[in-house]
């Protein structure tokens, strides 16, 4: 059993976390304008559609075992006996459901799939829904093994990039990548579960006995239909554009929600990396607990404004980088992205850190069934005229109404504090309108897409963290703090 929690140091988690996020976001950052310029719109399009119907499976397949079982051994990982028992049920389970998953995919595939480009991806996607059997990784990270999960990743996508790089050349090259994509999660989540096995030591025998699933599937259950609400928002956006105006929208749709998940990705990295921690402080110290998150929801807010309030100034720039230009059509939705991503920050806390460590996934499930299907009713009013900006805001306007919701609730019935209305927001927000003149005033001497990008994110970030700094900033400080430590080792 590895060493105790405490003795953990929480700084080389955030910081191990960061750096594998980092890296997941710097590969994206290399290989997607590589990949969508050279498959183009209509095969990124069609890809991206396939993935969306295997989105639907992929997810009923996982049920909410990575969360579940993250919360649970996080909390129980002082006895090693009921950790084991945790483990073989919920791997148990998800062998059956993933198994079950994608029968129900093939015969979907045959039936429903008539696009012959489609139907071959998605037959090839197939292989995602066997990996899933063995995805552990929620073992991985309740021990905090993030050194490892960051080493394996860095190794296991470097290869892939170079096979991508030696092997996709030209629009015929599609099923070639997503062969990769494919290849690529299976290798990674079987080195996570051969990993897991070396902490949670059970044999074949051991592994499938003594089950008692009787006790997991009311908590999975809703954890699936918690997680299942979610295909009611971007996946159905995607489903709705694909439907009524071609698989080419979807590409325009996707290039700016892949850009805002690699950047919220990055900056999260300190929400999922202190999650196992805050679960023990629930349980045992609920001082630091209220601490703690007010910490986080602070840090994230000094990132996550400034970011949101950079992205959608320099759309335009992010846009032809990834794509080119042939994908300026995705432009406006990009700026809704990029100001939708100040509200997944807030989201990710809400969420995770407070009503899903309270054990509270039925409200969740209450309040993005009912969101999730006010965006569904949104994007059916507006199908006539869907566009992949429309599609967004009425996800978007949706999500706001769940925020709300769930500040109400936490705040009534919780009594945790979350520290979104502060002082300290307001000041974030404006240093960070600073970047509109900054912006323009560059724009206005006629920078090319690449030199505008590069001298207005530079300039931008000095002069937000220059005021910070200026004013002795909390946030700053501590981010100075960690810099040195990381340095120093």
Known sequence: MPVSLMAKSLVHNVVAKGVLNLFNTLLPLIVTPYIYRILGPQNMGDI??????FSYFGMLGMLGIYQYGLREISANRMNPTKVQDIYKNLFSIGLVSNTACLGLYLLFITLVIENPAIKTVSYILCGNLISQIFYVEWVNEAFEEFRFITLKTIIIRTLSIIFIFTLIKSPDDALIYVMITVGVAIVNYLASYFYATKTIRLSFKETFSGLNFKSYIVPLLMILVLNNTGILYTIADRTFLG????????????IGQKIVELTKTLLLSIVFATLPRLSLYLKEDKQLYQAGI???????????????????LLSEQIIWLFGGNEYYAAIPAMRVFALRIILLGVDSILYSQIIFLHNKEKRLVLYNLTC????VLLNWAFLSFLTPCISILCTLASEIIFTTLCL?????HLKVKVGIFQFSTLKYLLVSL??????FTFRSVGLSNLYMLVVSCSVCILTYFLVLAIQKDTVYLELKSYAFRIFNR
């Open 48 to 53: 991206e559609y396939a993935l969306t119907f």
């Open 243 to 254: 439907y009524a105006t071609g698989t080419e929208n979807v590409a325009f749709f996707t």
């Open 294 to 312: 007010l910490k986080i929801m602070r840090l994230v807010l000094a990132l996550i404004i400034p970011t949101g309030i950079g992205l959608f």
């Open 372 to 375: 999730g299907l006010l965006n």
């Open 408 to 412: 109400l609730y936490i705040r009534k």
């Open 434 to 439: 600073l970047f509109v003149p900054i912006v």
